[in-house]
């Protein structure tokens, strides 16, 4: 209990006090996930790991049946007859303390049974040990960690987590006499007691170090972390059983919850709380009376186990008859009316004290409280009976809180082995990408592996339903195939064989997604507008006016993506890779927060083009009406967004669907009355009312500046560079057909020095844009890339290119 003690005092709020136990995954030194919310920790617990476990699981199920179906199992492995005593195990010894923890928990976990599990080469003995150098490793990791990163804790939730999935194969096991509820718990309460002195005797060899270390915070999630109940999934059956885990009868846990107490209200200390409640149960006569008979059972089983413990050794029928007085009841009157079964063990007490022996004494103690709960004398002191009761109930709210935030814990944890293939795993693993847990000793981690930075490529084409419409070809699906996906893949693939790294994330309707070279992904955006004008020249040749086609492109650079593979049978046709021939049905899914970015950077903005148009509509009309043209195709621009009052929106949606020029006045008047008001009262206001964003409309080719001079960086050795500011006033003559947005123009020409040299690719810088990644809110720099086939770039050609390239 000082565990919770030392989670509840800690916190300031139960909020708090609940977060500690899922905070892990912010310590990782790899996590996944975009918000603290969504973190988690991607895992695989070693092979042998895993097979130790489901052999120490498969044993004591074996075990269990040959009690029930009186079976002879393999040379070697010997099933004692029914015993409650310890004396086969040393004192001090881990498998000793695991029988102790068991002891009178579950009538099926007799000391017989824990014997031939817990023997020298015995499973259960085996994964203690394999689990004690595990949690040894962890907790070394920490050290080496410098206390930075909860690496215990994320192995104890990863492992609890597998030791609860392999149990559903108990569900295919049928025991004579022992249905799957009985054999659930007792399963779940013998793994988890295995645990359990796993954890304690691995903090014992990490104190003998004397560490610096401070492993409180781990201790206590550690210790909170492994209940009665971690282990087993039907939690409501855990207090069904006498004797069970608690000593509590369901009744009495939800007579004593029916009070009102909140066990869990953070600070205080747990005596405190112990009292407060003893008292409240005091003061309830049904609930105290209730809690008195359960206590005078738990005095009297106290006492038989204590004897049993210390003398049985399986050949004493008087023995059984002890354990079978106290067993299968909840409550002392419970067992005062199983007359036969009371007076059999209280004979057997005084038996066993009346013949010399070295129990006699014991015995007749034994037999004295048989008399005392005859006489109603028990419990002997009902004050400290009623604490022990309170104590109880306090351990069992504990762990169901504990339990409850274990199974919030499991989400930020992610099992890869259910995903990757060994090979995946494996490479993985030594990019630091995943942890692993074993008990070996090559790392938790491996090194993470600085892997070069990339670009990604998003193409998502617009408005191409009008254009197929107009165009009178066959149907949209053709046009996708043969004109967009085809090509584009195939200049794609020529690159890749020419040695350049490039990969294809998704096809996605109209759009496709790739990753790579920067260099390859800039050169084929160039490619995608040759292709596009060769489509539309293929057009005109067959009598058809064709528009130019609209698509957003945009390259962003930063970190590779992650790549994972779904299984999913049924879905092969939704991609599919080859091993040995056979087709495996696992879908590609590639993460990254810069394919986010590349997809958002081919953005549409409605209201940065409707301020575009209406920038050449006034300067239309200062200029006589005559119209120029904008010479772009991608725009960065701030807008000003306004709130209005329901009533004022509701009157303006009236005067749009009307046209009526009386609602027209009434909307500009009220719109007015609100803008006056909240830009002449207070600052907050007015902010309220008005927000101001920069968005992006891009029906051409952009990539950001970090893309912008990885490219110019990738291709030094083959391209020169010249950086250019020319004021928009200082343009020649034949610019004034266009439009510009701004007032100086910040250009980026990149000139081939090859044999070949293709056109000058000339870059230009079209505003600041907001992206929200992983860790938030990034500002990026947005450079176009100018069509080599529009007007403005001819002017450039013509005007500037040739006089900027370096001699």
């Given at each position: ?188 309460l013998a793994l988890s007691a295995i645990v359990a002195i796993s954890v304690e005797a691995a903090f014992a060899d990490i104190r003998a170090r004397h560490y610096t270390v401070d492993f409180s915070r781990t201790e206590a ?370 993460i990254a927060e810069k394919i986010n970015e590349s997809a958002r950077g081919t953005a549409r903005s409605g209201a940065v083009w409707s301020r575009m148009q209406s920038l050449l509509e006034e300067d239309a009309r200062r ?104 004021a928009v006033s200082e343009l020649p003559p034949a610019f004034s057909r266009f439009l510009f947005p701004e007032k100086i123009l910040r250009l980026v020409v990149s000139y081939d020095v090859g044999k070949a040299r293709r ?49």
């Amino acid at each position: 209990m000082q565990a919770f003690e030392r989670i509840l005092r800690g916190a300031k709020s139960r909020e708090q006090a609940d977060a500690a136990w899922t905070s892990f995954a912010e310590t990782a030194r790899y996590r996944v996930g975009p918000t603290p919310g969504e973190r988690k920790v991607p895992f695989a617990l070693s092979t042998d790991l895993v097979r130790c476990a489901l052999a120490a699981q498969s044993e004591l199920v074996a075990l269990l049946r040959s009690r029930s179906e009186d079976l002879l199992l393999a040379p070697g492995v010997d099933v004692r007859i029914r015993a409650f005593g310890l004396r086969a195990w040393r004192e001090g010894t881990a498998e000793r303390r695991v029988a102790l923890a068991l002891h009178g928990v579950d009538p099926l976990l007799d000391a017989g049974l824990l014997e031939a599990w817990l023997r020298r080469e015995g499973a259960g003995t085996k994964l203690l040990t394999m689990l004690t150098a595990l949690y040894v490793k962890s907790l070394e990791e920490e050290v080496r960690q410098e206390g930075r990163e909860q690496t215990a804790w994320i192995t104890h939730v990863a492992l609890t987590g597998q030791l609860r999935a392999q149990k559903e194969a108990l569900k295919e096991v049928n025991l004579k006499g022992l249905g799957y509820e009985s054999l659930e718990r007792t399963v779940g309460l013998a793994l988890s007691a295995i645990v359990a002195i796993s954890v304690e005797a691995a903090f014992a060899d990490i104190r003998a170090r004397h560490y610096t270390v401070d492993f409180s915070r781990t201790e206590a999630l550690l210790a909170g972390g492994i209940t009665p109940m971690t282990l087993v999934a039907i939690t409501n059956s855990i207090l069904r059983p006498g004797p069970n885990a608690y000593g509590l009868p369901r009744e009495l846990v939800a007579a004593i919850d029916f009070l009102g107490i909140d066990p869990l209200t953070p600070g205080g200390e747990f005596l405190q709380r112990i009292n407060e409640t003893a008292q409240k149960i005091g003061r309830d006569s049904g609930v105290r009376t209730l809690a008195l008979d359960v206590a005078g059972l738990r005095e009297l089983r106290g006492a038989v186990f204590s004897y049993l413990r210390e003398f049985d050794v399986g050949r004493e029928p008087r023995h059984e008859a002890l354990f079978a007085s106290v067993a299968g009841v909840h409550t002392l009157s419970a067992a005062l009316a199983q007359v036969k079964a009371f007076e059999g063990g209280w004979h057997g007490a005084a038996a066993i004290a009346a013949a010399p022996g070295a129990g006699a004494k014991t015995a007749d103690a034994v037999a004295k409280v048989y008399d005392a709960a005859t006489r109603g004398k028990l419990p002997s002191d009902p004050d400290s009976a009623l604490l022990g009761i309170a104590a109880a109930w306090l351990v069992y709210r504990y762990d169901r809180w504990a339990e409850e935030r274990l199974e919030a814990a499991r989400q930020h944890i992610i099992d890869r082995a259910k995903e990757f293939s060994f090979n995946e795993l494996k490479a993985n693993f030594e990019a630091g990408r995943v942890y692993r847990f074993a008990a070996d000793n090559e790392p938790v981690l491996g090194e993470a592996v600085q892997r070069a930075e990339e670009g990604h490529f998003f193409l998502d084409l617009k408005g191409f339903t009008r254009m197929v419409a107009v165009a009178k070809e066959t149907n949209a699906v053709e046009f996708m195939k043969h004109e967009f996906y085809s090509p584009i893949l195939n200049r794609a693939k020529a690159y890749r064989e020419a040695g350049r790294r490039l990969e294809l994330n998704n096809l996605l309707g109209d759009a496709v997604s790739f990753s790579g070279d920067v260099a390859a992904l800039v050169f084929l955006a160039e490619d995608v507008n040759q292709l596009f004008i060769e489509y539309e020249e293929k057009l005109r040749t067959r009598g058809v006016r064709a528009n130019r086609i609209e698509a957003g492109l945009f390259i962003a650079w930063g970190a590779p993506p992650e790549t994972i593979h779904v299984e999913s049978e049924g879905w092969g046709d939704a991609g599919f890779s080859e091993t040995l021939g056979a087709r495996e049905q696992r879908i590609k899914v590639a993460i990254a927060e810069k394919i986010n970015e590349s997809a958002r950077g081919t953005a549409r903005s409605g209201a940065v083009w409707s301020r575009m148009q209406s920038l050449l509509e006034e300067d239309a009309r200062r200029n006589g009406g005559e119209a120029r043209e904008l010479p772009w195709n991608v725009y960065v621009d701030r807008v000003l967004q306004l709130t209005l009052p329901p009533s004022v929106m509701e009157l303006a949606e009236r005067a749009l669907d009307t046209s009526d020029p009386a609602f027209a006045d009434a909307t500009a008047r009220a719109i007015g009355e609100v803008v006056r008001e909240g830009l002449g009262g207070e600052t907050g206001t007015a902010r309220k009312m008005f927000a101001a964003t920069a968005d992006l409309y891009n029906v051409g080719r952009a990539l950001s500046k970090e893309a912008l001079d990885a490219f110019l960086r990738g291709t030094a050795t083959l391209r020169v560079n010249v950086m250019k500011e020319l004021a928009v006033s200082e343009l020649p003559p034949a610019f004034s057909r266009f439009l510009f947005p701004e007032k100086i123009l910040r250009l980026v020409v990149s000139y081939d020095v090859g044999k070949a040299r293709r056109p000058p690719l000339l870059f230009r810088y079209a505003g600041d844009l907001q992206f929200r990644g992983y860790e938030g809110l990034r500002t990026t720099q947005i450079f176009e890339i100018v069509d080599s086939a529009s007007p403005i770039y001819g002017l450039f050609e013509r005007n500037f290119l040739e006089i900027w390239r370096p001699k």
